[in-house]
């Protein structure tokens, strides 16, 4: 399942959520095999954060 589009806390935890899910049943995230689940979580919050920031910015939000 492709990963969501957003920057919120939800859309971001969500994301983590189903690539452990993906780490669990595959034994890889991605390309990657992380040794630990420790580090799974690791890489699965930085690539959750990675796509947040590719969505852009959140629409009607000044930056203010």
Do not use: F, H
């Given at each position: 399942m492709p990963l969501k589009r957003?920057?919120?806390r939800k859309v971001i935890s969500e994301n983590i959520r189903e690539l452990?899910?993906?780490y669990k049943?595959?034994?890889r995230i991605g390309r990657s095999r992380p040794?630990?689940?420790r580090k799974a979580v690791k890489q699965?919050?930085?690539i959750a954060y990675?796509?947040?920031r590719q969505s852009?910015?959140?629409p009607g939000n000044?930056?203010?």
């Amino acid at each position: 399942m492709p990963l969501k589009r957003g920057n919120s806390r939800k859309v971001i935890s969500e994301n983590i959520r189903e690539l452990l899910r993906a780490y669990k049943r595959e034994g890889r995230i991605g390309r990657s095999r992380p040794p630990s689940v420790r580090k799974a979580v690791k890489q699965a919050a930085a690539i959750a954060y990675r796509k947040a920031r590719q969505s852009g910015p959140v629409p009607g939000n000044d930056g203010g």
